[in-house]
Structure formats: structure tokens, C-alpha cells
């Protein structure tokens, strides 16, 4: 294993440190326990709070800041964040009403989360995210995986809350945003969790991991490595197949692409995967409006990457368009 | 080797095509010769033109747009782009003040933008960057590389060119910015380049490459694995050398200090090194008064980083603040 890390143990605490000093513009880092907040608070809105392993960076701390995040809650490297963690959090960011939680559905983070959650002497609601189409049930997860269409949950989620919107709406955007927005990623190599060592999963030089999850989990299957555009079309084909089993009409649609690097893919790839599956929804009659194309939750080192399609309509439009000032992502402002 | 391709001969074409597509709102992709330009051509200005191998992305496509390039000609990947592209940019781009080119110091970069120059029918000069002090000579080049300081001249460059300044001020500004700009980077892994389909280098699973250019040249020396702090270091003392060499005072000196990912570095890790090249920078009297993290000039998936510091003055920091809308680089805007 070759990292630039020094000790394991200080891997987080160093990385943290080194963020908020680069951004100390945007974010306070609080540590013990540890969570970061935007610079200035936010007065009477939701706070909404994020949080998970750490290792998908920029998610979830690139994404605090006005219009985003209010807090985001790393725990080790793909390991979820303990209670008081998102409680101290909240004590933090709380601004006269209510607490919205954005959670990955993945067993540790909810559990944690839930904890969290039934000791908060706020108001306080939870959106899970499922967007992950690759596979029901996981290593870690009971239910569909939450991947990068966390992304334009808190995306759009940030925006309603900014605009002094109250808990309940917050919650019913996040939850309807995640309905309308599906993922599938392929890996072509493993990512090393610092604390093992050593590749959490073995992968050929011939082959891919269809569906695999954003901690190296298992997807659908194990394929013979193929050209792009035969993975995008398999990838496409899953999306449209969840999106039709949930009876959502895909003819003039319009929507957001996101294609998302896990780590290890050129900028040049992940372009190159945007125009093939640009082409290919479009040929499904839907019309790509809305462009991400980046590493925007990755799997520490991994080679591959995510498509994630979602639908939008005139309210994710205009949560998705509004200006936001974080470090990760940044417009209008 | 593994990638997100189809035919090796039109990974160029599909990844410009992605990338003209997810960011029509900001440039316009024209082939055959290949160059890029902002969709909004600007009037009365000094046309600013960069390009070079592809491959290292978002350079330099990915900074066209307002207050940096008006224009990119992008090579076949780590190949020289061919006069005929910056000729054609040239004759788009063209407003009135003269053509600036901004080139990476290497050999066959140099010469295509020389006969291009030779040829153009308007005012011209052209910036030669070589930032990175890690080795004088090398596989493509006579005397210094260029590499990621080239993002804080384009930077700079651009935005005095947006402010209506004569081409010579903008030549100026360039060369001052690069004078005061060190570079140095680390490999832990080599890339491939698809055309050769096996990796550029040998590097086992103990060793890092000091020193290492942006096509996976040889650096300084092979070097065994060790603590990152160890490895930063080592990049920080050749930096300071290198303006002690230029007789650079440093002490009370207000610096920008970017550290650029080659690819396959996860977020956590450039984070990891910025702690700790900021914690040696200060102890040598410099305030590290602004911060670039992430992937700017990339070498395809390559794992490894580079320091980069640039010393500030009032003259670069204005333009450095001064809003930028490009798809890699924004703010202000």
C-alpha cells in the first residue's frame, strides 16, 4: 500500500486540518468529536446535516456552505460517524427550525444517525438516500445503497432550506429528489482502506465490477472488461429499467447527468463515458439539460466511475440552479 | 490496461465531444484542426491561447472562459498539438489587441507554437512556463518543465488580459508569475498512455519517483516509500532552494501554495500533504494566504502530487482574486 499518509490513526485528523485550513473561508473544524460546520452560522432555517465514512471526499464536508450543508460529520475511512458526533453537530448549527439529516442508507450510518436522532432536543427529520439501482440489499446496507445522487439531494435540499423553507418541505424535496434520481457504478480496480492495507477486493486485469458500491462492495456481476461504450449501455439500461419499474414516464423528460469519477478515472473518461450515455438517454427521448462531470463522491482510489440520471422537474430545477458557494461545487455566487 | 474507451483513435474526439457538450454554456468545440473557444467570443482584448498534450485535464480546456483563456488546442494524449490548431484558434479568437500563447516548456510544444507564431498574420508573444525545479532537462525538454504553476499564469495572465491590458503588460505579468512560481512532483505509480497500452515507467510497490514530470519522465532519483511528512519534506527544501537560488527573499513573504493531484491521489491524501507543506512553509516565515487543492494538471491516472508555490505580490493577487468563470476554475462569478 502507497498512500501519502504518516500514522494510520492521524490520517483523518491531518486531512481535516488541511481542508479547513485551505477553505478557512467557507468551514470551522471542531474536533472531539469531530464535525465541521460552515464559517458563519446560518440564521432561522433548517440546518441539514450530513454525514458518513470518509474516504468519498469531496462528500460530505466539500459540500458545506451556503446552499448546501450546514454541517457535515466524517467518521474513519468508510466507517460511519457515532452519535455525538451528529449531535454536537446539531448543538452547533441549530437555527430556530428543526434539523434535517441526510443519511446514505447503509446499516451503520442509519443506525447511528437514528441514535443521534432520538436524543436531539430539536425538531429533526431524515432523509435516506437510495439512489444506487445496481443491487437490493449489500455488504453494508439492507435496501438500495445511497451513492452520488446524494449530491443533488443536498443540492437541492441546501436551496429549499436557504430560502427559509420549513422542516417538513426540506424532507419532502430530499425524499422526492432521491425517488427521481438512479445510480449504477463499474469498478476496474479496488480501492485499500488505509486501516487493511491491502486491496479490499481482487480484480484481473481483464475484468470489471458491474454495480459495485462506493466502498468496493460487490455489484451485479463480474464482466469481461469491454469497450466504453458497451458499458455505458448496460450501465443506461439499468436506469431506465428502475426508473420504468417505478412507473416514471421517461418521453420528453427532462434531466440532470451526473457522471461521477470513483478516484483513479481521467477527467478524459469520465467525458468520454458523458458523451456515450448522452447519447444513448437521448435516443431514450429524454433531454440532458443539466451537466456534473467529475469526482464528486469517490472510493478513495478506485478506477471507475458512476452514471447517475436524475429527472428533474421545474422545482429540482430551480433548487438545482440556485447559486451555491461551497468548496466542491460553486455557482451564482 | 483498463479504461473507458472504444477505438484508441477517437478517445480524443468522444472526450472533447463529452466535455463541449456537459459545458456548452461556457465553449465552443470545433475539429479538424481540434481547438477550443469560449462560446462568447470576447471583443478587444488580448486573445490568451494555451494547448498542449492531452491527458492532463482540466488543462487547458477546462480554464477557457472569462477572466482566463479565450482558446485551448488540445494535442493527441502527451503529444504536441500542430500549428494549423493554434493558427485556426488564433484566427477565432483573434480581438483587435494581439495573441497571447502561454506554453509548457517542452520541446515539441515549443516548436509548433514557434511556427505557429511565425505564421500568424497578428501582434503576438507568448509566455514559456518552467516551474518545476525538480530537474533541469529532461526526456522532452531543454532546460525546465512547465507543469502546474502554468494554471496561476494562465490565471493571472487571463485576467489582466480581461481588464483590457496591451499584449507586452500581459507578456509581463506572465513571465513574472512563472519567475515566481516552483514546482516539484511526486509518483507512487506510473500512468498509461492508451496508444502504448503498458505503463510509461516501472515503479514497485516500495519506491516513489521524486521529482517526477507531468508524462511520467524521470525525476530526481528513485527513492524508497516513506511518511508523508518525510516526502513533503523533501518537496518543500527544493522549492525554497530553488528561490534562494533566484535570490527570492521569503521571510514575511505572502504565498499561494496549490497542491495538484496527477490523478489517482484521493482528496484526502492532497488535503494530508497541504497540512503538512503548510506547516513547513510557515515555519519558514511565509503566510500561505491562498490555497488550490485538488486535480489541475493531471498526468491521466497517474498516482502522485506536486507542490506548487507561487509568492504573491499586490499585482498577482489582484488577479488571482479577480473573478473566473471556467468549467475547472470559478469564482467571483
Given at each position: 500500500m502507497k498512500k501519502f499518509i504518516n500514522k494510520t490513526d492521524d490520517i483523518l485528523k491531518e486531512s481535516l486540518s488541511g481542508f479547513a485550513t485551505a477553505h478557512a473561508d467557507l468551514v470551522s473544524l471542531h474536533l472531539e468529536p469531530n464535525f465541521l460546520t460552515r464559517k458563519t452560522k446560518a440564521q432561522n432555517k433548517v440546518a441539514i446535516i450530513s454525514g458518513g465514512g470518509s474516504?468519498?471526499?469531496?462528500?460530505h464536508a466539500g459540500y458545506i456552505g451556503n446552499g448546501m450543508l450546514d454541517a457535515a460529520c466524517p467518521g474513519h475511512v468508510f466507517t460511519s460517524p457515532t452519535p455525538d458526533q451528529m449531535l454536537a453537530a446539531a448543538e452547533s448549527v441549530y437555527a430556530d427550525k428543526g434539523i434535517l439529516f441526510i443519511v446514505k442508507n447503509y446499516a451503520g450510518d442509519v443506525m447511528n444517525f437514528e441514535m443521534a436522532a432520538e436524543m436531539l432536543p430539536f425538531e429533526h427529520a431524515t432523509v435516506l438516500t437510495?439512489?444506487?439501482?445496481?443491487?437490493?440489499?449489500?455488504t453494508y446496507t439492507t435496501g438500495r445503497r445511497g451513492v452520488a445522487g446524494t449530491v443533488i439531494v443536498e443540492k437541492c435540499v441546501g436551496s429549499l432550506a436557504e430560502s427559509g423553507a420549513d422542516l417538513q418541505s426540506c424532507k419532502t424535496l430530499g425524499d422526492k429528489v432521491n425517488q427521481r434520481t438512479a445510480s449504477i457504478g463499474v469498478a476496474l480496480t479496488s480501492c485499500t482502506v488505509p486501516a487493511a492495507g491491502r486491496p479490499t477486493f481482487d480484480i484481473s486485469e481483464t475484468e470489471l465490477e458491474m454495480?459495485?458500491?462506493?466502498?468496493?462492495e460487490p455489484g451485479r456481476k463480474r464482466e469481461s472488461m469491454r469497450e466504453a461504450d458497451e458499458i455505458v449501455i448496460e450501465m443506461a439500461e439499468a436506469i431506465l429499467a428502475d426508473f420504468k419499474a417505478k412507473d416514471l414516464?421517461?418521453?420528453?423528460q427532462e434531466a440532470l447527468l451526473l457522471v461521477n469519477g470513483?478516484?483513479?478515472?481521467p477527467q478524459m473518461e469520465l467525458y468520454l463515458i458523458y458523451h456515450a450515455a448522452t447519447k444513448l438517454f437521448t435516443a431514450h427521448g429524454?433531454?440532458?439539460?443539466r451537466a456534473l462531470v467529475g469526482?464528486?463522491?469517490?472510493?478513495?482510489?478506485?478506477?471507475g466511475a458512476s452514471i447517475t440520471l436524475c429527472l428533474l422537474d421545474d422545482e429540482i430545477k430551480r433548487h438545482w440552479d440556485s447559486p451555491v458557494h461551497t468548496s466542491a461545487l460553486r455557482w451564482g455566487v
Open positions: 474516504g468519498h471526499e469531496p462528500l437510495s439512489d444506487d439501482c445496481a443491487v437490493i440489499n449489500s454495480g459495485v458500491g462506493i466502498h468496493g414516464s421517461l418521453n420528453q470513483f478516484g483513479a478515472t429524454i433531454t440532458i439539460s469526482n464528486y463522491v469517490t472510493a478513495l482510489e478506485m478506477a
